[in-house]
Every structure is written in C-alpha cells, then in structure tokens.
Nanobody
C-alpha cells in the first residue's frame, strides 16, 4: 500500500516563503514520478510542479515559475516544494501525488489523472 503524506503548510505573509514536504512509502521512491497540485475554494485542482524519477527534468506551472522550486531527495523518500515570493492567490490546499507509470527517467506529468496516489493535502494561506 502506498502512503503519501504532505507537511509544511501554514500561514505566510505576501512575499514570504514556505517549504512543503512530501514523504512517500510503499513503493521504491526512485521509481516514482512526483507532482504537486493545488486547489483553491471553488476552483478545480491545478498543476503546480512535477519532477522526474531522476530529477533530471522538472516542470512548473506558468503561475509559479521563478517563485516555486520542486526537488526530491531519494535517500529520504521525500519531495519538496520551496515556495518563495508568495502571493495571496497562492492560497489553496496543496497536494502531493505520485505514480510509477512510464519507464523513461525524464518523464513528468502535468495531468492529475496520470497520478495514482495522492496525499490528503496541506493548507497554505497567504495573507496580503
């Protein structure tokens, strides 16, 4: 059984920073493609960032480029989302997702339907 657990959410001021963590167990971590998504009240879940198995490739949504950085530490079975220059519009529940679909080391997915396992989410609130 795969377990995905996010942590690190909370309240930040506009312009501030937060770092989210995602620990995944139940599958070899280096076999997993990882993604971060977010969902604000009344809105659909949207892609934030993704990272390939080897970390050779990452992808970000246009809305967070230059501000958010995704990374992974395979030795700790953990992915991180470093969020800088936060804006009130970044307020949402942030979800970590994982999949072991595909076989290329540089594959990433932006579509939430490509992911098999999800965490319960962590709330991020940015005040103006």
């Amino acid at each position: 059984q795969v377990h995905v657990a996010e942590s690190g959410g909370g309240l930040a001021q506009s312009g501030g920073s937060l770092r989210l963590s995602c620990v995944v167990s139940g599958r070899p971590f280096n076999s997993l493609i990882l993604g971060w998504f977010r969902q604000a009240p009344g809105k659909e879940r949207e892609f934030v960032a993704a990272i390939s198995r080897t970390a050779a490739r990452t992808g970000n949504a246009d809305s967070v480029k230059g501000r958010f950085t995704i990374s992974r530490d395979n030795a700790k079975s953990t992915s991180y989302l470093q969020m800088n220059s936060l804006k009130p519009e970044d307020t949402a529940v942030y979800y970590c997702a994982a999949t072991n679909q595909g076989y290329l080391g540089h594959t990433i997915y932006r579509d939430p339907s490509e992911y098999d396992w999800w965490g319960q989410g962590t709330q991020v609130t940015v005040s103006s």
